[in-house]
């Protein structure tokens, strides 16, 4: 078992560093806002879901408000369960050597 920003995750590999996880996170980040933005979604201040605006529709690099920078908990979440959900179909999560991800 892993302790991870105080995430317990026991499918998760002990030496991926820090970095690593954060590059994932920020991939995930970038997806889900695809996600939205395909979807019809667009950035605003102010979250408003009936007009489709979100106020995370922007790279996490630009979260300014530490209301912003706590949301980035959510991507982390999704990313300590990646692990998680590959194991329940029978998968599991291992590093590329060697990779210039």
Avoid: Q
Avoid at 6 to 35: C, M, Q, T
Avoid at 42 to 62: F, T
Avoid at 68 to 94: E, F, M, Q, R
Wanted: some cysteine.
């Amino acid at each position: 078992m892993v302790d991870i920003d105080g995430y317990s995750v026991d499918k998760f590999p002990s030496d991926f560093g820090r970095e690593l996880i954060d590059k994932i996170a920020r991939a995930e980040h970038n997806r889900w806002n695809a996600f939205h933005y395909l979807g019809g979604w667009s950035y605003n201040e102010k979250r408003e879901d009936r007009a489709k605006e979100h106020d995370c529709l922007i790279p996490i690099e630009e979260f300014e408000t530490d209301d912003l920078k706590d949301t980035y908990k959510y991507d982390l979440a999704s990313v300590y369960y990646i692990p998680v959900y590959l194991a329940k179909s029978g998968y599991g999560v291992v590093e590329c050597k060697g990779s210039k991800f």
